[in-house]
């Protein structure tokens, strides 16, 4: 089974970027979909942007034209590029693989992202 950890969270002023990076121990060359969800406190996960093997993404519509996710296949990384940060974005950051595309997901262990002047 794939681990996953994420790096890249941290505090950031309304209107900047944060590059969120998701490791994973072996290739993810065959993994059929990744991604990230978000936890806010008090709120239930909710997924942010998906990608799968061949590269096909999708976006909340609340994150989309303001994140981009891509995959390194050759660094078994996938990242979330969050520019134009709203304090609304503020939440826990987890990192998902769905390798066989069947919903049954592992998880890293999450990232902070908090966003505050």
């Known amino acids: 089974q794939v681990q996953l950890v994420e790096s890249g969270g941290g505090l950031v002023q309304p209107g900047g970027s944060l590059r969120l990076s998701c490791a994973a121990s072996g290739s993810i060359f065959s993994i059929y979909a990744m991604g990230w969800y978000r936890q806010a406190p008090g709120k239930q996960r909710k997924l942010v942007a998906t990608?799968?093997?061949?590269?096909?993404?999708n976006y909340a519509d609340s994150v989309k034209g303001r994140f981009t996710i891509s995959r390194d296949n050759a660094k078994n990384t996938v990242y979330l590029q969050m520019n134009s940060l709203k304090p609304e974005d503020t939440a826990v950051y987890y990192c998902?693989?769905?390798?066989?595309?069947?919903?049954?997901?592992?998880w890293g262990q999450g990232t902070q992202v908090t966003v505050s002047s």
């Open positions: 990608i799968t093997s061949g590269d096909t993404t």
């Open positions: 998902y693989a769905d390798p066989l595309g069947d919903g049954h997901y592992t």
